[in-house]
């Protein structure tokens, strides 16, 4: 199989490139090699490669600079969506595009089902569910899966500044009251592996996240406490539970954003993150 993987550098791009099949052919671009904004660009990469499939993780993930870049959010988690889709559905490849648990206001009381409405709060949701309406609508046969609160052992994420900071502060402030499902990246990564591996193309809307929910303070206190397992020596940081009204953010967030996926489960088999296990190894890496 030939992949066109986008947004190499980023932390799923890493994990799935650590995982593919030796005998898949894989081209990885990232903005210096391919600017997915340029739809003549994006079409003679696909034209001339001929990929099987279009894996985009490529994304504009900043979520407070979102708020002022709204035309650099939207151009990349729209806009350049459908340049990717629509190369993909001109050459016959399938299509692959990570979506978030952002989409979503976080109002609800139980886990979110992919037929759920979204509604998101700030301008990072709001260009990844154009992104999506824009997939989809471009190209029936296009795979969109929804994820949350991804970690790994590359680039930046919440366990490696967590980590970070423990080095730097005997104490930190960590808001209690948002709660999401975490997400190795590595499991994801295999998931996208599996429903590549399926003979017919997957299309619409799946959600892969964490088997287990909790708040970022939940989580940080995971996170120290898998650091102290493996090294008695850790600089644990004494932990105080805030709300996101006390650590005020230039964007709102979803309290609430926890995915069902047993959709995903039942369809093809493909069981929760499990980040627990998951985050030893992963800790184990950073320290």
């Known amino acids: ?25 894989t081209i990885a671009t990232d903005s210096a090699s391919l600017d997915i904004t ?38 990349v988690n729209a806009s350049a969506v459908y340049n990717l889709v629509s190369a993909a559905h001109r050459t016959h490849a ?9 989409v979503f206001d976080g109002q609800a009381n139980k886990p979110y089902l992919e037929s759920d409405f979204t509604n998101p709060l700030n301008i990072y949701g ?16 296009s795979l969109i899966l929804r994820t949350s609160w991804l970690f790994s052992e590359y680039g930046d994420n919440f366990v490696r500044t967590m980590l970070n900071l423990a080095n ?22 295999a998931a996208i592996i599996h429903l590549l591996q399926q003979s017919s193309p997957v299309r619409g809307i799946y959600h892969f996240a964490g088997g287990k929910s909790a708040s970022w303070y939940e989580f940080a206190r995971h996170i120290f406490q898998t650091a102290l397992q493996q090294d ?9 539970a805030v709300s ?17 996926c047993r959709k995903i489960e039942s369809d093809f088999g493909i069981k929760p993150s499990d980040w627990q ?5 992963v800790v184990l890496k950073l320290l």
């Open 126 to 141: 709001k260009s990844k569910a154009a992104g999506e309406l824009l997939a989809l609508s471009a190209n029936s046969e």
């Open 38 to 75: 340029d739809a003549d660009a994006v079409f003679n990469m696909v034209k001339n490669f001929q990929p099987d499939a279009i894996v985009n993780t490529a994304a504009y993930t900043s979520v407070d600079k979102a708020e002022e870049n709204i035309t650099t959010a939207f151009a």
């Open 232 to 240: 008695a020596s850790f600089p644990v940081p004494e932990l105080n």
């Open 244 to 260: 996101d009204e006390e650590y005020p953010d230039a964007a709102s967030r979803p309290l609430y954003s926890i995915l069902d």
């Open 277 to 281: 296990k998951a985050l030893s190894q």
């Open 168 to 189: 730097e502060r005997s104490s930190l402030p960590v808001v209690s009251n948002q709660t999401g499902c975490p997400t190795y990246a590595g499991d994801l990564a």
């Open 1 to 25: 199989m030939r992949i066109l993987l986008t947004g190499s550098k980023s932390q799923l791009a890493r994990c799935l490139r650590d995982r593919l099949p030796e005998d898949w052919e």
């Open 94 to 102: 399938r299509f692959i595009h990570i979506s978030t648990d952002y």
